[in-house]
């Protein structure tokens, strides 16, 4: 019986030929250069592409993707990512880009068990104590759950500023610019939440690393 993901196979073909088609150098240029200025925190979910979302080319988007985009001081994966993309690419721009009507937000909020996806998610749970005075007056669960993936959102940008690799950046005069987005996957927009930190004066004393 033949494979079932064959078809993959051959759309990887197909899209290597079109590539080469339209920029004979495409593939030799992409294995001398990764200079991306930028480094995509985002979700896992399928119908966010991060380089689409944005028109970059393989090449210019440094991506790490988990389950609700979180940032956590003890997720070695994450942490390395952010060490990588800092120290030796060099990136200028981290965006921590979180999706309306995140599965993972949702989950978090539902009170049911999820299996291992539970320890994931406890940090979110922590979001929603934090806010739960402004949003238990939404009445709309739909309305509420986007406010989550916002709250979300800026809860990780913070996370992201308290590691000790972004504020060493900061200290050594590098420019490093931290962002949180939200993407509507119903009009495929992002939305800026301005919650940007460019500076160790941008984090909260209790967090910040003077020297």
């Known amino acids: 019986m033949p494979s079932s993901i064959d078809h993959l196979i051959k759309k990887n073909a197909d899209w290597s030929v079109a590539r080469t088609s339209e920029d004979p150098e495409f593939f030799r240029k992409l294995v001398n ?14 119908r966010v592409p991060a380089n689409d979302i944005v ?5 210019e988007l440094f991506v790490h993707r988990n389950v609700a985009n979180i940032v956590y001081a003890s997720d070695l994966n994450c942490q390395s990512v952010v060490e990588y993309a800092v120290d030796v690419l060099r990136v200028r721009h981290i965006i921590v880009c979180g999706h309306y009507g995140c599965g993972g937000v949702k989950a ?10 539970d320890n994931w998610l406890t940090s979110i749970k922590d979001v929603y104590f934090k806010n739960r005075k402004t949003l238990d007056v939404i009445e709309d669960d739909a309305v509420k759950l986007d406010r989550m993936c916002e709250l979300n959102v800026i809860e990780q940008v913070r996370s992201l500023s ?9 200290l050594r005069g590098q420019y490093l610019n931290l962002h949180g987005w939200v993407y509507g996957l119903h009009n495929g927009l992002v939305n800026d939440l301005r919650v940007s930190i460019s500076q160790s004066e941008g984090v909260q004393p209790t967090y910040r690393y003077d020297g």
Do not use: E, F, K, N
């Open 33 to 46: 250069q990764q200079s991306p200025a930028y480094l995509w925190i985002g979700c896992s979910d399928s």
């Open 162 to 170: 308290h590691t000790p690799v972004v504020q060493a950046a900061w």
């Open 108 to 117: 978090a909020l539902d009170r049911q068990h999820h299996g291992l996806i």
């Open 55 to 59: 028109g970059l080319m393989p090449g």
